[in-house]
């Protein structure tokens, strides 16, 4: 605890609450900060200026002899309206500072769930610890603005409740003859109670904060499938027509026929078979060896195809 008093960690600790609002952060304070400063200009006021301020009213009223003329009741409600008027100096901007509080934790609770929602859209996951940054700026603005409006509201109603008795003073010491209908005691000027209003700017915050502890408390699914292709109606013509095809037959004179035709050296059977792979990527090539040829003119054959990027299917032909 000693350690907060320290001016350095005490810097550390409001840039490290700076950093983890944001910049509405920097906006509430401000607006507290100058929301205290004019709840302490009426404090001041209040306590050591408005009973100097009544004197002075009440002497001018008691340096009058007529008290029962309309001129009289016009001139005492003069002094209580310059008192009133006096009074109320800033507590209209007091409200409105207070009213704007938790307006501004709104604005920080909506801009941190957009980075949350960013992160969820980045990431395709709620990874709670990508998303304590937008979690951080959405909640610490609501806490803040909260917080301040608490205390402003404790504070309003206690400068409320002391211009209140100030005003109701002076209208009773300020005594008057009855007369043109006017009371002996009564205040001729009195504030309208004002209509009770309800303010739903807590509650929103509280539904949005919900809202960041669902999303990061759910579980997001990604199912794979396998995709299935169904056959079409009417397949290409290159997929129904079978593939060309090269047949290599070895003999037992230990020549290779190509396709039942020329004759080749077993040693070029690599260039037959790239050739053939150049014009046709598709094609097969199948290797039929007669019963009695060579096994090494055979062997031969199936290297020089394995050679030109080629697995020729081999078969071997049966006696008659």
């Given at each position: 605890?000693?350690?907060?008093?320290?001016?350095?960690?005490?810097?550390?600790?409001?840039?490290?609450?700076?950093?983890?609002?944001?910049?509405?952060?920097?906006?509430?304070?401000?607006?507290?900060?100058?929301?205290?400063?004019?709840?302490?200009?009426?404090?001041?006021?209040?306590?050591?200026?408005?009973?100097?301020?009544?004197?002075?009213?009440?002497?001018?009223?008691?340096?009058?002899?007529?008290?029962?003329?309309?001129?009289?009741?016009?001139?005492?409600?003069?002094?209580?309206?310059?008192?009133?008027?006096?009074?109320?100096?800033?507590?209209?901007?007091?409200?409105?500072?207070?009213?704007?509080?938790?307006?501004?934790?709104?604005?920080?609770?909506?801009?941190?769930?957009?980075?949350?929602?960013?992160?969820?859209?980045?990431?395709?996951?709620?990874?709670?610890?990508?998303?304590?940054?937008?979690?951080?700026?959405?909640?610490?603005?609501?806490m803040t603005g909260l917080a301040v409006s608490l205390t402003g509201v404790f504070a309003i109603n206690y400068l409320d409740r002391k211009h209140d008795k100030i005003i109701t003073g002076l209208g009773q010491s300020l005594e008057a003859e009855g007369?043109?209908?006017?009371?002996?005691?009564?205040?001729?000027?009195?504030?309208?109670?004002?209509?009770?209003?309800?303010?739903?700017?807590?509650?929103?915050?509280?539904?949005?904060?919900?809202?960041?502890?669902?999303?990061?408390?759910?579980?997001?699914?990604?199912?794979?499938?396998?995709?299935?292709?169904?056959?079409?109606?009417?397949?290409?013509?290159?997929?129904?027509?079978?593939?060309?095809?090269?047949?290599?037959?070895?003999?037992?004179?230990?020549?290779?026929?190509?396709?039942?035709?020329?004759?080749?050296?077993?040693?070029?059977?690599?260039?037959?078979?790239?050739?053939?792979?150049?014009?046709?990527?598709?094609?097969?090539?199948?290797?039929?060896?007669?019963?009695?040829?060579?096994?090494?003119?055979?062997?031969?054959?199936?290297?020089?195809?394995?050679?030109?990027?080629v697995d020729p299917a081999v078969t071997i032909q049966g006696q008659e």
């Open positions: 605890m000693l350690e907060m008093l320290n001016p350095f960690n005490m810097l550390e600790t409001i840039s490290g609450y700076l950093n983890m609002g944001g910049p509405v952060v920097v906006a509430l304070l401000a607006s507290t900060f100058l929301m205290w400063m004019l709840i302490s200009e009426r404090v001041l006021y209040f306590n050591f200026v408005a009973g100097k301020l009544i004197q002075d009213k009440q002497n001018l009223w008691a340096q009058r002899s007529d008290r029962k003329s309309w001129e009289a009741h016009a001139y005492r409600e003069r002094l209580i309206s310059e008192a009133r008027i006096e009074n109320e100096r800033f507590l209209a901007a007091i409200r409105s500072l207070i009213m704007i509080t938790p307006l501004l934790g709104l604005l920080g609770t909506v801009t941190g769930m957009i980075e949350v929602f960013q992160v969820i859209t980045d990431t395709g996951s709620s990874n709670a610890r990508l998303m304590a940054s937008g979690i951080s700026r959405a909640t610490i603005p609501t007369g043109l209908g006017y009371g002996s005691k009564g205040r001729l000027t009195t504030s309208e109670q004002e209509a009770a209003e309800v303010n739903i700017t807590p509650l929103l915050d509280i539904v949005f904060i919900l809202l960041i502890f669902f999303i990061v408390t759910a579980t997001f699914l990604d199912e794979e499938g396998i995709a299935i292709a169904s056959p079409e109606e009417n397949p290409p013509e290159e997929i129904t027509r079978p593939p060309p095809s090269l047949v290599l037959a070895v003999r037992n004179d230990g020549f290779v026929a190509v396709d039942g035709g020329r004759l080749i050296d077993p040693r070029s059977v690599k260039p037959t078979v790239e050739a053939f792979k150049a014009q046709n990527p598709r094609g097969v090539v199948l290797l039929s060896a007669a019963p009695d040829a060579a096994v090494e003119t055979t062997v031969l054959v199936l290297d020089q195809s394995r050679l030109a990027g």
